[in-house]
């Protein structure tokens, strides 16, 4: 493990299963399991599976300019967020750059949390803070363990009044197993899920319980990197990995525009004042290449990097790929150029394992399209 300064209390239980806790973000993250992550990947598309995803940062800010702050960092309306409603928001520099994305949770008329990845979260909204009426607080403390799963709201139901009755993207106190929590119907997966919010303290027992209890069900411990699979289906992309940050450009700096990567959704209608945004919008139509799906041949999905090729060249690169037991597809989210984001272009994959592998472009989803499974009120 490398130097990492922030610590998950489920250490012990990670370790246990195999993981040598890999730095992300930060933090010794359960990157590998000893189990099949496929397996992994089934009970969290079938049943349900539980996560630590405490590397997530969070963020509390409060005070009267708040709101505020929040507006000038990121490209959502906070007028529009209530409290017990959350929204999925991306952050941009001055060049209109993507830098970061985030969920944000409001609370109260004056209090909010912002929890983000990898990227410079944390670091704008403290820049956006400066000369205002706002408190900010990053907190280590507060663990993220990630229910995900079409049977994660019936195990939950026989402990918390009142959770199949939570809209997606909202989220609620409560108490579970005799301990205070914030419940969310948020995730990663493309899944009904959950996220539990939780002291430091209570974290172990927390996932100790859930494991022990839900085992009947179907219920495992999942690995961080089976998100990896899930996300693949589901078009939910991965700072830096989906981000010319891994894969620049020949001759400018990182940074992909919302539009390239199919993220200018999360600019409120309307929306100016955030950084960036002069430029967000002047970039609009001056995509250098796409975000896209690929459907490719065989069940041997490329390593992250293989080249995309036309006519022998390269075009493109893959970003993750993943081969699916469930739905017997293999497929990649890749960067593409512009002309190349349909449904029927034909292209190769050059994996440096199984040599040429070949494949057809395809609109992202490939899984859930009308993203019903993960919104599913019942």
């Known amino acids: 493990m490398t130097n990492s300064w922030r610590f998950s209390t489920l250490i012990d239980r990670h370790r246990a299963l195999g993981s040598n806790l890999e730095d992300w973000s930060g933090m010794g993250t359960a990157w590998s399991y000893d189990g099949d992550p496929d397996a992994e990947y089934m009970a969290i598309r079938t049943k349900a599976g539980l996560m630590d995803v405490s590397g997530l940062k969070k963020v509390h800010i409060s005070g009267p300019a708040a709101s505020h702050v929040i507006e000038r960092a990121t490209t959502r309306n906070m007028e529009k967020l209530m409290p017990g409603k959350a929204v999925y928001a991306c952050m941009l520099n001055d060049a209109g750059k993507f830098i970061d994305d985030c969920v944000i949770y409001r609370f109260g008329p004056n209090s909010f949390t912002v929890v983000h990845g990898s990227g410079q979260g944390h670091e704008q909204l403290t820049m956006a803070s ?177 080249p995309v090729m036309r006519d022998g060249k390269q075009v493109g690169v893959v970003t993750q790929a993943m081969y699916s037991p469930l739905n017997k597809h293999n497929i990649a989210i890749a960067r593409i150029p512009v002309d190349c984001a349909n449904n029927d272009t034909d292209l190769v994959v050059q994996c440096a394992t199984h040599g040429a592998i070949k494949a057809r472009t395809h609109s992202l989803p490939f899984y859930d399209v009308d993203k019903k499974r993960r919104t599913v009120q019942d």
């Open 130 to 306: 400066t000369g205002r009426d706002v408190s900010i607080r990053f907190d280590d403390n507060l663990h993220d363990l990630s229910l995900q799963g079409p049977l994660a709201v019936d195990y939950l139901e026989k402990h918390i009044p009142g959770i199949r009755k939570l809209p997606y993207f909202s989220h609620m106190p409560a108490a579970l197993f005799g301990k205070p929590i914030t419940i969310s119907r948020t995730g990663y997966t493309g899944e009904r899920g959950y996220e539990i919010f939780c002291r430091g303290q209570d974290a172990v027992m927390i996932w100790d319980r859930i494991l022990d209890e839900g085992k009947s069900m179907g219920i495992i411990p999942c690995r961080f990197t089976t998100l990896d699979l899930l996300r693949t289906e589901s078009y939910l992309l991965f700072f830096p990995f989906d981000n010319s940050e891994m894969y620049p450009f020949e001759n400018e700096g990182p940074g992909d525009t919302l539009w390239e990567l199919g993220l200018d959704f999360t600019v409120s209608p309307g929306k100016v004042g955030f950084r960036g945004a002069e430029e967000h919008y002047r970039l609009k139509g001056r995509e250098r290449f796409k975000i896209w799906g690929l459907k490719m041949e065989g069940t041997n999905p490329p390593g992250n990097g293989a």
